[in-house]
């Protein structure tokens, strides 16, 4: 008997790193979660097309609905040069799409009760109390005034602090933002938030909603309230709870040949702006960046967005409260600041919660259970949305800057057209 114990519990041991594998959510057939398998077709040939007309290497779509697999689309290649097959579990540089995570860690300990959404951020990192605030300039003189209001931890993630990105050649504070290279990923978060605090905001907080490096600051918050590194408390909180196995901050060695490569355009042709093995990713960044720092595969980011959906678990894990999902996902801003804009472009009928994009109105012809759908994107034109009327998730990966959102929006269209037909057809 006790040897019989004794081997159940080695057994158990050795098979504890297998269960905390990346696990693909279960598949089903489309029309048993109503989608109509016509219209997912349409999807591949669409998307095909993205890849056989040069403007995209390669994609992986995935739709889920009702917590189920119902459609996996994989196209193109990883590597154009090589000619390696694009493949489910690719991994990508998700850049931007960091940031819902970064908000979920954050709100992990909002739970925890270690602050509050309208505490100041300089309780917990000092100098945001003696920020100064751009208020035009005079001839070449910048003119600058006091903080009408201190920056909050809300500020921080619905985009309205008053910080800026260095991203968008809008004002300039961003051209300051641009010549410290505050997101030099040499350089480490206490670096990065020192660098920025000698800089003044571009608005009074509140103000305006600007895209900026707030969720950076709140990756250096984390570490403030944690005590602990932001990498090791996303695999605490998030990764290894929801067995994310293939998100991190760099690619190991033993995984750098699922890597894409990553293109832009030029001379109408794509050309490489990051290898797989020669990847800036290949190594540890000293800069652990909770606004755009993460490579991930479709499967482990659908993981998390159907943690989301859930109300905050997965697989009996819970990572959030109900409740706290619910405040994250609905839109925060006042009316006068939607639609939210991203650099120059409007994104229509969208406001913002805390580190999501929220749907708050439909154009016409778009369904009613659009309505709250939440989500966002990342510089090579990964994307993702959660449509919770709907019961409805759909990850699009690929490897192509800047930020394309053409093919996302195709998807999107005929996914959401598909679902009206089988609808109407029942």
Not at 194 to 221: C, F, N, T
Not at 277 to 301: C, H, I, M, N
Not at 311 to 339: C, F, I
Not at 360 to 384: C, I, K, M
């Amino acid at each position: 008997m006790r040897t019989l114990f004794f081997t159940l519990i080695w057994t158990l041991i050795c098979l504890a790193p297998l269960t905390a594998a990346a696990a693909p959510l279960p598949s089903v057939a489309p029309d048993r979660v109503g989608l109509d398998a016509a219209a997912l077709s349409e999807i591949d040939a669409r998307m095909q097309s993205y890849v056989s007309e040069g403007k995209l290497a390669g994609i992986v779509v995935l739709i889920a609905r009702e917590g189920r697999v119902a459609h996996a689309g994989v196209y193109g290649k990883m590597d154009l040069e090589t000619g390696e097959t694009m493949r489910r579990d690719a991994l990508f540089r998700i850049y931007s799409m960091t940031k819902p995570i970064t908000g979920v860690a954050l709100m992990t300990l909002f739970d925890e009760g270690k602050f509050q959404l309208d505490d100041p951020v300089s309780r917990y990192l000092s100098g945001f109390d003696q920020l100064k605030v751009f208020a035009g300039k005079d001839g070449d003189t910048i003119k600058l005034e006091d903080l009408e209001r201190p920056v909050t931890i809300r500020d921080l993630m619905t985009h309205t602090a008053g910080l800026a990105y260095g991203l968008f050649p809008l004002n300039p504070v961003d051209a300051m933002y641009t010549q410290a290279k505050l997101l030099d990923r040499t350089q480490n978060l206490d670096s990065m938030l020192e660098r920025l605090l000698k800089l003044p905001l571009a608005a009074q907080p509140g103000e305006k909603w600007m895209y900026s490096i707030a969720v950076d600051v709140q990756g250096k918050l984390i570490e403030a309230l944690s005590g602990k590194p932001l990498d090791e408390f996303f695999a605490e909180r998030i990764f290894k709870p929801l067995a994310m196995s293939d998100t991190a901050f760099s690619v190991p060695e033993e995984k750098l040949a699922r890597l894409t490569v990553n293109y832009r355009k030029q001379d109408g042709k794509l050309v490489p702006v990051d290898g797989s093995r020669t990847s800036q990713f290949a190594s540890k960044p000293v800069l652990l960046s909770g606004g755009g720092g993460l490579v991930s595969t479709a499967d482990d980011y659908l993981r998390f967005a159907q943690m989301m959906l859930n109300g905050g678990e997965l697989d009996g894990v819970r990572v959030l409260r109900a409740e706290t999902v619910e405040l994250m996902t609905r839109n925060h801003l006042a009316d006068k600041l939607v639609p939210i804009v991203l650099g120059p472009l409007p994104l229509a009928n969208m406001g913002f919660g805390l580190d999501f994009a929220v749907r708050v109105r439909t154009a016409e012809g778009e369904p009613d259970g659009s309505l709250g759908e939440y989500g966002w994107g990342g510089a090579a034109s990964t994307q993702f949305f959660v449509a919770p009327r709907e019961n409805l998730i759909c990850v699009g990966m690929t490897q192509f800057m800047p930020s394309t959102p053409a093919y996302f929006q195709d998807l999107r269209k005929q996914l959401y057209t598909g679902m009206r037909e089988a609808a109407a057809a029942k």
